[in-house]
């Protein structure tokens, strides 16, 4: 563990954090996971049991006003294999653009600046898009030159995110957002005023079933009722169990009572009581 000063670098309005080890620049990790959207523990666990990143990671503290922090870091070097690790179609769909953006563009970003007389002569590995907007949730960049924005919502219903179109500007695109769910058709059904009455609506249309008399409890606690019935029911046979036995070792001892009285034939003590109950 070593102990060094930080150093800031903005990318595309955020900080990437950088710190010197062994006259090597390192990467603070958990800041670009929250810059992401990436969950920190599970990439943490990701590169603690990766076979080369493991090798490159090193715990670095670095003095700030309320005392010493530490940060995971990685070389520079490797933040490209731990980006273009991470599948983008696994991750959640608002963070798709974000990700795409630090694959595209990271690494050129940190290499131009701390090898900035190297970097000079040559051209950056992939043609980056000079302060391309990080984007509002479910609207994504497009190719289209005309309509370079498409958007998407989570539709409850469906279960699923869905398009609902491309678009020329931002605005535009979060409108269509507002719009898909204020002009998406509702079903409708006659339910009388009064009485208790149960609605079903599925794809073969809207049925309207009257439920007076009827309880109604939540499914969930239902199932949990169940299930205590079921623990209760098995504990109760077991107790019926043992009540049987108890009321068959009282059996038992009022005959060997009697031996005293010369009633019963001492013979029956020469049995041990609880073989008596087995049998």
């Not at 603690?48 to 715990?59: D, F, N, P, Q, T």
């Not at 059904?189 to 309880?215: F, M, Q, T």
């Not at 009022?254 to 049995?271: M, P, Q």
Request: aromatic letters at 10%; proline letters at 5%; glycine letters at 4%.
């Amino acid at each position: 563990m070593s102990n060094t000063k930080l150093e800031t670098i903005q990318f595309h309005n955020q900080q990437l954090i950088v710190l010197n080890h062994k006259n090597k620049p390192y990467i603070a990790m958990k800041p670009v996971c929250e810059n992401i959207g990436l969950d920190w523990h599970a990439q943490r666990q990701r590169i603690h049991r990766h076979h080369v990143l493991s090798k490159g990671e090193v715990i670095i503290t670095s003095p700030s006003k309320s005392g010493n922090q530490e940060y995971l870091c990685l070389p520079i070097s490797m933040i490209n294999g731990w980006l273009f690790g991470i599948e983008t179609s696994r991750v959640k769909p608002g963070i798709r653009a974000t990700l795409e953006q630090y694959q595209l563009e990271c690494f050129d970003v940190l290499y131009n600046h701390f090898m900035p007389k190297v970097a000079q002569p040559y051209t950056n590995t992939i043609p980056v898009t000079p302060n391309r907007e990080l984007l509002p949730k479910g609207v994504y960049h497009n190719k289209s030159l005309n309509k370079p924005y498409r958007a998407y919502v989570y539709d409850m219903g469906l279960k699923k995110e869905v398009s609902v179109g491309t678009f020329a500007t931002v605005d535009e695109a979060l409108d269509a957002q507002k719009d898909y769910f204020q002009t998406k058709p509702f079903k409708t059904a006659p339910i009388p005023a009064h009485g208790r009455w149960l609605v079903i609506s599925d794809i073969n249309g809207i049925e309207v079933k009257n439920i007076d008399g009827y309880n109604c409890v939540n499914f969930k606690q239902f199932r949990k009722l169940q299930s205590d019935a079921r623990t209760y029911a098995e504990e109760t046979i077991k107790l019926l169990h043992k009540i049987q036995d108890l009321a068959s070792l009282s059996h038992e001892f009022l005959y060997r009572l009697k031996v005293l009285e010369g009633v019963e034939n001492a013979s029956r003590l020469d049995t041990p009581i609880l073989d008596l109950l087995k049998n």
